[in-house]
């Protein structure tokens, strides 16, 4: 972090206070022929802005190790605390399914969290707003970025928690829960990412976040823990029932139009 | 604007009389009901209250979907007095669902019921929208940031009711949603309480948005009285501020004669700290007769 400042910090220092007005004649000037041409070319830029902005989310985080590590520590050491507050070694069906997710969940609020804070504190804001380019690429980088973190997450919680907790061998059931994991994962994205950009830029951010996020959560929750339960107990049969991966795309889905239409507004100032 | 206050009182008698109908009907008129008996009159209570709360959740969404497109901080107000009176309503939907829960269930709360648990979940949502409103001083951002929130937070009203009801078994009494299946005293007896509560609702919002235009105008006419003196910062509050730049308007604008010292001169400072020690000001100031003149000039 100290040695390589982050592209929007860059970006950011780079814009002497004569500068700004260049930036937005030259972002004037970039939306012009936009609105004009094709409606190729928008999208084509949309995509690699938000290539470039998620290439700078995970290039931050490897350099930082800020979100991931915590995540995963936090979520082991859980694990641990419900093997001592349930005071059991082995659990299956809906207790099994309902701490993985609730210890996945708030792994997730940890990153979420933290999701904005560099842009928020360190100028990466401003520094979108002056670029010419489109600021729902800002939602769909962080939406990958926190997707990203919660696989990387569940690549080492889920063994862990087949390896301390479940009662039940997970390999019969394995495609199943990726199935649902993934479903999951997007929800908790969009959802985390939208609440966090609501939520960075007030006074108690790490306080408004959780308390805004895990209502907005519960759908996600109730999908994913009776999605799963099935998956975790010995004589499973069956897969996850439908409606309730039904009810999890729906609802990433919705939230995700939802989120597109309104980040503009967080933005732009 | 000025429009609040105006049959105010009209629609206050009309509620009242509505109201007064609907409890007449729902103690003398409608049939007791065979199963739960007496108490299952507090579903004329219970169920439009939870509705009109509801839909008002609803009405706050579009409201502030109005407010991003105008930005018109009125709407935003509305928004704001709309999701007030639905929290209120909210908590007595709470209340009388534990009611009505402990006498013919025998819990105070049940789990198994999706309605009153989705509410819940709907409940604490938008329970946050007073802190969050309150942790963003500026009041243009804290606006928008609350209008954003009441739209994402609208649309989630229907999802969660959606995922919730998958959830659970069926255990609450499915009068709700199927009033024609009610005999017809109960249906009537429904249908005006239902009103009767949409009515109260909306007096109490209108009530609402006059009593805090009122006290906006009042405001702004101080202002214009007697400068910024009289009015205390805005300083951190969750309310909206329908008047963003009064100062500007309301005066004689003093940054229009340059002002001849290197400070700026004492009237272009909204703080009120600076307002009533001229003395400190003037021995700072390297042309202290100027600085009290265009001080006068403003009060």
Same mark, same amino acid.
């Given at each position: 972090?100290?040695?390589?400042?982050?592209?929007?910090?860059?970006?950011?220092?780079?814009?002497?206070?004569?500068?700004?007005?260049?930036?937005?004649?030259?972002?004037?000037?970039?939306?012009?022929?936009?609105?004009?041409?094709?409606?190729?070319?928008?999208?084509?830029?949309?995509?690699?802005?938000?290539?470039?902005?998620?290439?700078?989310?995970?290039?931050?985080?490897?350099?930082?190790?800020?979100?991931?590590?915590?995540?995963?520590?936090? $979520?082991?050491?859980?694990?641990?605390?419900?093997?001592?507050?349930?005071?059991?070694?082995?659990?299956?069906?809906?207790?099994?399914?309902?701490?993985?997710?609730?210890?996945?969940?708030?792994?997730?609020?940890?990153?979420?969290?933290?999701?904005?804070?560099?842009? $928020?504190?360190?100028?990466?804001?401003?520094?979108?707003?002056?670029?010419?380019?489109?600021?729902?690429?800002?939602?769909?980088?962080?939406?990958?970025?926190?997707?990203?973190?919660?696989?990387?997450?569940?690549?080492?919680?889920?063994?862990?928690?087949?390896?301390?907790?479940?009662?039940?061998?997970?390999?019969?059931?394995?495609?199943?829960?990726?199935?649902?994991?993934?479903? $999951?994962?997007?929800?908790?994205?969009?959802?985390?990412?939208?609440?966090?950009?609501?939520?960075?830029?007030?006074?108690?951010?790490?306080?408004?976040?959780?308390?805004?996020?895990?209502?907005?959560?519960?759908?996600?929750?109730?999908?994913?823990?009776?999605?799963?339960?099935?998956?975790?107990? $010995?004589?499973?049969?069956?897969?996850?029932?439908?409606?309730?991966?039904?009810?999890?795309?729906?609802?990433?889905?919705?939230?995700?139009?939802?989120?597109?239409?309104?980040?503009?507004?967080?933005?732009?100032? | 604007?000025?429009?609040?206050?105006?049959?105010?009182? @009209?629609?206050?008698?009309?509620?009242?009389?509505?109201? @007064?109908?609907?409890?007449?009907?729902?103690?003398?008129? /409608?049939?007791?009901?065979?199963?739960?008996?007496?108490?299952?009159? #507090?579903?004329?209570?219970?169920?439009?209250?939870?509705?009109?709360?509801?839909?008002? =959740?609803?009405?706050?969404?579009?409201? /502030? #979907?109005?407010?991003?497109?105008?930005?018109?901080?009125?709407?935003?107000?509305?928004?704001?007095?709309?999701?007030?009176?639905?929290?209120? =309503?909210?908590?007595?939907?709470?209340?009388?669902?534990?009611?009505?829960?402990?006498?013919?269930?025998?819990?105070?709360? #049940?789990?198994?019921?999706?309605?009153?648990?989705?509410?819940?979940?709907? =409940?604490?949502?938008? /329970?946050?929208?007073?802190?969050?409103?309150?942790?963003?001083?500026?009041?243009?951002?804290?606006?928008?940031?609350?209008?954003?929130?009441?739209?994402?937070?609208?649309?989630?009203?229907?999802?969660?009711?959606?995922?919730?009801?998958?959830?659970?078994?069926?255990?609450?009494?499915?009068?709700?949603?199927?009033?024609?299946?009610?005999? =017809?005293?109960?249906?009537?007896?429904?249908?005006?309480?239902?009103?009767?509560?949409?009515?109260?609702?909306?007096?109490?919002?209108?009530?609402?948005?006059?009593?805090?235009?009122?006290?906006?105008?009042?405001?702004?006419?101080?202002?214009?009285?007697?400068?910024?003196?009289?009015?205390?910062?805005?300083?951190?509050?969750?309310?909206? /501020?329908?008047?963003?730049?009064?100062?500007?308007?309301?005066?004689?604008?003093?940054?229009?004669?340059?002002?001849?010292?290197?400070?700026?001169?004492?009237?272009?400072?909204?703080?009120?700290?600076?307002?009533?020690?001229?003395?400190?000001?003037?021995?700072?100031?390297?042309?202290?007769?100027?600085? @009290?003149?265009?001080?006068?000039?403003?009060?």
């Amino acid at each position: 972090m100290s040695e390589a400042a982050p592209p929007g910090e860059r970006l950011a220092a780079g814009l002497q206070p004569g500068v700004p007005s260049v930036a937005a004649e030259h972002r004037g000037e970039a939306e012009a022929p936009e609105r004009a041409g094709s409606s190729e070319r928008p999208r084509q830029r949309l995509h690699s802005t938000a290539l470039t902005l998620l290439r700078k989310e995970l290039l931050l985080e490897l350099r930082t190790l800020e979100s991931v590590p915590g995540m995963i520590l936090f $979520a082991v050491s859980t694990f641990v605390i419900f093997h001592f507050a349930l005071n059991t070694g082995s659990v299956e069906g809906d207790l099994a399914a309902g701490i993985l997710w609730v210890t996945i969940l708030f792994a997730a609020l940890l990153g979420v969290n933290r999701l904005f804070v560099a842009d $928020a504190d360190q100028g990466g804001f401003d520094a979108l707003l002056l670029a010419p380019c489109d600021s729902s690429a800002l939602l769909l980088a962080k939406v990958a970025a926190l997707t990203i973190y919660l696989v990387l997450l569940e690549l080492v919680t889920v063994p862990a928690f087949a390896l301390f907790l479940l009662g039940s061998s997970l390999g019969h059931a394995l495609p199943d829960l990726l199935v649902v994991l993934v479903l $999951a994962d997007l929800g908790l994205a969009v959802i985390g990412s939208f609440v966090a950009a609501l939520a960075v830029r007030t006074r108690a951010r790490d306080l408004i976040g959780p308390l805004i996020a895990l209502p907005l959560l519960v759908p996600i929750a109730i999908g994913a823990s009776s999605a799963s339960s099935p998956l975790l107990t $010995a004589a499973s049969h069956g897969g996850p029932g439908v409606r309730w991966l039904l009810l999890l795309g729906v609802y990433d889905l919705v939230f995700g139009l939802i989120a597109y239409a309104v980040f503009d507004f967080l933005l732009e100032d | 604007m000025h429009t609040y206050g105006q049959r105010l009182r @009209t629609l206050a008698i009309v509620t009242a009389a509505t109201f @007064t109908a609907a409890l007449a009907l729902a103690f003398f008129y /409608a049939p007791e009901e065979a199963e739960e008996g007496f108490l299952q009159r #507090i579903f004329y209570v219970h169920v439009p209250l939870a509705i009109v709360c509801l839909c008002g =959740f609803v009405a706050a969404g579009v409201m /502030a #979907i109005q407010h991003l497109r105008t930005r018109d901080p009125r709407w935003d107000l509305r928004s704001y007095v709309a999701i007030h009176m639905s929290l209120i =309503f909210g908590a007595g939907v709470l209340i009388s669902g534990s009611i009505w829960a402990k006498g013919s269930w025998g819990h105070w709360w #049940i789990w198994g019921e999706p309605t009153l648990v989705s509410f819940l979940i709907v =409940f604490l949502l938008y /329970a946050t929208y007073q802190p969050l409103r309150f942790s963003i001083e500026d009041p243009e951002r804290q606006a928008r940031y609350a209008s954003v929130f009441a739209i994402a937070a609208g649309a989630f009203v229907p999802m969660n009711f959606i995922a919730v009801r998958l959830s659970a078994a069926y255990v609450h009494p499915r009068v709700l949603g199927s009033t024609s299946n009610l005999p =017809f005293p109960m249906a009537l007896t429904f249908l005006v309480s239902l009103l009767a509560f949409t009515l109260l609702y909306i007096t109490l919002w209108r009530f609402e948005m006059t009593a805090k235009n009122a006290r906006w105008q009042l405001r702004a006419l101080q202002r214009k009285l007697a400068g910024e003196r009289v009015s205390a910062p805005r300083g951190r509050t969750a309310q909206p /501020a329908l008047s963003p730049q009064p100062a500007l308007s309301s005066r004689p604008a003093p940054s229009s004669r340059p002002a001849p010292s290197s400070r700026p001169a004492p009237s272009s400072q909204p703080a009120p700290s600076s307002q009533p020690a001229p003395v400190p000001q003037s021995s700072a100031s390297p042309q202290p007769a100027l600085a @009290t003149r265009s001080q006068r000039q403003v009060s």
